[in-house]
């Protein structure tokens, strides 16, 4: 199929990555993910999910194969000015307080800091603790702030690395309706998780990936 860098969409073409000396984290995955849609990556441990994402975020390099990322744009600042991700690492600043490091983020981007924390606060209920530093948090209010900062520029790739890891139930339903939200604004979204009723309840299309390798997808992913 046709590429074109008029469309919003990750498209991936028989990507490898191998880790020095010799681990074959990628062995040629090929697959589409489109605006609008919620593309969950399930697999294993050591399946190669995390490397997936980080190669479509631009944070790591593939080994060989093509990634464009179409109308998000040809270089690697372009599509990272339009990332939002959550990976394993928080990424705030420990001594500072949530709104702060919430803050920061609209700062980074030129957004308008009291309308970016205002509407965090309310999305993730972060009221009870925002005005505390981070590093006083426990693993779910952690996590809040994490996704909050994350989302707070709109980007229009959003890259989940098993976002509900420390949520509670409540936690988990705000963060589904966060994530159909997101979508529903035109966001290539993609999330992996090892959360069987979360991936249920949030995916538009899905990729298991084995060894590697796409051992399923459905046909929205699935490059022809
Ligand atoms: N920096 C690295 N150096 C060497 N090997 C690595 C590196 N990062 C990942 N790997 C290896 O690549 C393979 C895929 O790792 P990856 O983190 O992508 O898996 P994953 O599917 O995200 O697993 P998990 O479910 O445990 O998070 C694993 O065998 C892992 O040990
Ligand atoms: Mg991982």
């Not at 919620?38 to 994402?53: C, D, E, I, Q, R």
């Not at 990272?80 to 919430?102: F, K, M, P, Q, S």
């Not at 009870?128 to 779910?140: D, L, Q, V």
Request: charged fraction near 25%.
């Amino acid at each position: 199929m046709a590429e074109s860098s008029a469309v919003l969409r990750v498209d991936l073409a028989g990507v490898t990555k191998t880790y020095p000396p010799a681990v074959r984290a990628l062995r040629g995955v090929s697959a589409r993910f489109s605006a609008g849609k919620v593309s969950v990556v399930t697999g294993a441990n050591g399946s190669g999910k995390s490397t997936l994402l980080a190669i479509v975020g631009t944070l790591a390099a593939a080994t060989s194969g093509k990634v464009s990322h179409g109308s998000l744009g040809k270089t690697r600042e372009a599509v990272r000015r339009a990332l939002g991700w959550v990976g394993h690492d928080a990424l705030c600043y420990a001594d500072l307080t949530g709104r702060e490091n919430i803050e920061l983020s609209a700062r980074l981007h030129g957004i308008p800091v009291d309308a970016a924390f205002e509407a965090a606060r309310e999305r993730f209920l972060l009221a009870a603790f925002a005005e505390r530093p981070f590093r006083t948090y426990s693993r779910g209010q952690r996590q809040r702030v994490a996704l909050a900062r994350a989302l707070v520029h709109e980007p229009m790739l959003l890259l989940l690395d098993e976002p509900t890891t420390g949520l509670d139930k409540d936690g988990v339903a705000v963060l589904g309706k966060v994530v159909r939200a997101e979508a529903d604004r035109g966001a290539v979204v993609i999330v992996v998780t090892h959360d069987d009723a979360f991936a249920k309840a949030v995916a538009d299309e899905r990729l298991l990936l084995e060894r590697g390798e796409v051992k399923e997808a459905s046909k929205g992913v699935l490059r022809s």
